[in-house]
């Protein structure tokens, strides 16, 4: 591993990357993308969650600090204007964004950072980071996304509708990210995620 060095003011967020390595795990709500980041952090308790910001209210069980930060709109438009994410959209009537400075301390001390992030944001991260690893997963079908977002019944019908209208969108920019994984059976779409990240 590279030794960790003082981020120093002159170098760019691009060339921190070269320091750690940033992977992006996208796809439309519901296909199990936080599903298998957590067996995934289960397995390899090394790698950098970023926990993202976000003005949604909590789902029962979900933790401050642990799950995302929760704060107002306000505040998050206060952090917007500060520079502070490294990344943010607007998604389903929320805000969420990933916190610039912690993730680029991880990046900078050699972690391999995992963002777990919508479309827009991923487009984001792809320009400013060139070099992040940016993978797509994709649903067996429309029809087991539509079960799963309903299976999981944390969505009120109308969070369910607009999540499914924005899956379609966001399912034909598949291919504008490096590797694209169907998350049909669980263990095998959770190993094909380690084989592209530790091969
Ligand atoms: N391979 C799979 N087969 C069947 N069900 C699955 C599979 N992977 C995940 N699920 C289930 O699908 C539901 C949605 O998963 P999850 O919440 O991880 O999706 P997500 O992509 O993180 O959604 P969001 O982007 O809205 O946070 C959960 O109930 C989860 O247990
Ligand atoms: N652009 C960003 N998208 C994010 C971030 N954190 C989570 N997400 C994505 O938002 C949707 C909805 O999440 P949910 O928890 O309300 O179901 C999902 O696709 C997440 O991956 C972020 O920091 N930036």
Not at 179 to 186: G, H, K, R, S, W
């Amino acid at each position: 591993m590279m030794p960790a060095l003082p981020i120093q003011s002159s170098a760019t967020t691009e060339e921190c990357l070269h320091l750690g390595r940033l992977i992006v795990l996208t796809g439309p709500s519901g296909v199990g993308k936080g599903t298998l980041m957590r067996s995934l952090l289960e397995r390899h308790p090394e790698l950098y969650y970023s926990v993202s910001v976000t003005t949604r209210s909590p789902r029962p069980g979900e933790i401050d600090g642990k799950n995302y930060y929760f704060i107002s709109r306000s505040k998050f438009e206060q952090l917007v204007a500060e520079g502070e994410f490294l990344e943010w959209a607007e998604f389903a009537g929320n805000y969420y964004g990933t916190p610039r400075e912690a993730v680029l301390n991880q990046i900078h001390s050699g972690k391999l950072v995992v963002l777990e992030i919508e479309l827009e944001g991923a487009r984001q991260i792809r320009a400013s980071f060139p070099s992040a690893l940016s993978i797509f997963i994709l649903p067996p079908s429309f029809d087991e996304l539509e079960k799963r977002i309903r299976f999981r019944a944390q969505d009120s019908e109308e969070a369910i509708a607009r999540r499914l209208l924005r899956a379609q969108e966001e399912i034909q920019a598949a291919d504008e990210f490096d590797i694209q994984i169907v998350n049909d059976d669980f263990e095998t779409a959770l190993n094909d995620i380690e084989m592209v990240l530790f091969k």
